[in-house]
């Protein structure tokens, strides 16, 4: 099992592609991504769009989970 903390940024992009070889060997991927409630759209696309390429890129069993009230990286 990987865990993902996503915040969309380029950094997260490069290091997600940069560990797609090992992503598709895990069995499952989790991804964790920021909700603000200003802007709860913004975190749950940007998520959306990361599950999507990964299983562009072969990665299976994705499971995304929100968090709220911190920093995903935290």
């Given at each position: 099992t990987v865990?993902?903390?996503?915040?969309?940024?380029p950094q997260?992009?490069?290091?997600v592609r940069a560990a797609?070889?090992?992503?598709?060997?895990?069995?499952?991927?989790?991804?964790?991504?920021?909700?603000d409630d200003a802007a709860p759209a913004a975190g749950a696309v940007s998520a959306e769009r990361?599950?999507?390429y990964l299983?562009?890129?072969?990665?299976?069993n994705i499971v995304a989970r929100e968090l709220r009230g911190e920093h995903v990286a935290a």
């Open positions: 865990a993902i903390a996503w915040d969309g940024s997260a992009g490069r290091a797609a070889p090992i992503l598709q060997l895990a069995s499952h991927v989790l991804v964790f991504s920021n909700v990361l599950s999507e299983q562009r890129c072969g990665v299976g």
